[in-house]
């Protein structure tokens, strides 16, 4: 997941140089890459870094990325999805491989993080690549041995845009995932294609009364949108903790 880089509350860190360690593509438009940052300070499930590119001639662009890892010493694993017109998702996706490096910066982020001492149950609300810091949080519980009870609902347009696919199709103990496709649904299907509801959200969801904590991340008018329901269907707003981008 990208966001634009804005300058703000970083004058702590400092650029450090990551080698790329290994590649896998994730779906045609979107790879996952494990990266190698050996003065990393570790991470929180969910939180972000920035990662700058600088060209021969001393041009830079740097974006901001979530981290899709659970924390793992200098380990640092990014999911990066092609955006159209992109600068620097473009040459992510078609042109870094292993060997390569790039300048990281961070970790970024204390809110929107999932900790391995929470015990109340999770929901996870993704919205396409939102799902990428999510995905982070499923993998911290398992690194953890954590029981805390998580539940995904993933809204994607289509069966060929899915990430992490042959992870979340055996998802963990105690992860249960929902899917809604919002153009085009895989044959047999439970469900129509069609965006997501505030009736997806009661079936696959937690209940109110167990006081889960949510986490809703996607483009910015699925993220207000999906936020909205979940207010409307009585979860405490506070309790509500969004990630946005586009």
Do not use: K, N
Not at 154 to 166: C, K
């Amino acid at each position: 997941m990208e966001r634009t880089a804005v300058p703000r509350r970083l004058g702590r860190l400092r650029w450090s140089a990551a080698e790329v360690l290994e590649r896998r593509a994730e779906s045609a438009t979107a790879v996952s890459f494990t990266l190698d940052v050996p003065d990393w300070p570790g991470h929180q499930a969910g939180s972000h870094l920035d990662l700058r590119l600088t060209a021969e001639d001393g041009y830079s662009a740097q974006r901001s990325y979530s981290i899709a890892s659970a924390p793992d010493g200098s380990l640092v694993d990014l999911t990066i999805q092609r955006v159209d017109d992109g600068e620097v998702s473009t040459y992510l996706v078609d042109d870094l491989m292993p060997g390569d490096l790039v300048e990281v910066r961070g970790p970024v982020g204390g809110w929107f993080v999932w900790r391995p001492e929470q015990r109340e149950p999770v929901l996870l609300v993704a919205g396409g690549s939102g799902l990428v810091p999510l995905i982070g949080m499923i993998r911290a519980r398992s690194a953890a041995d954590s029981r805390a009870p998580f539940r995904l609902v993933y809204s994607l347009r289509t069966p060929a845009d899915e990430l992490f696919g042959t992870e979340l199709r055996r998802p963990p103990p105690g992860v249960d995932v929902w899917r809604v496709f919002t153009r085009s649904a895989p044959t047999p299907t439970r469900r129509p294609a069609g965006r997501l509801t505030p009736e997806d959200l009661v079936s696959h969801g937690w209940p109110v009364d167990f006081e889960p904590t949510v986490y809703v991340c996607g483009p910015t008018g699925f993220t207000e949108t999906a936020s909205a329901y979940l207010v409307g269907l009585g979860h405490p707003p506070e309790r509500i903790r969004t990630e946005r981008f586009g």
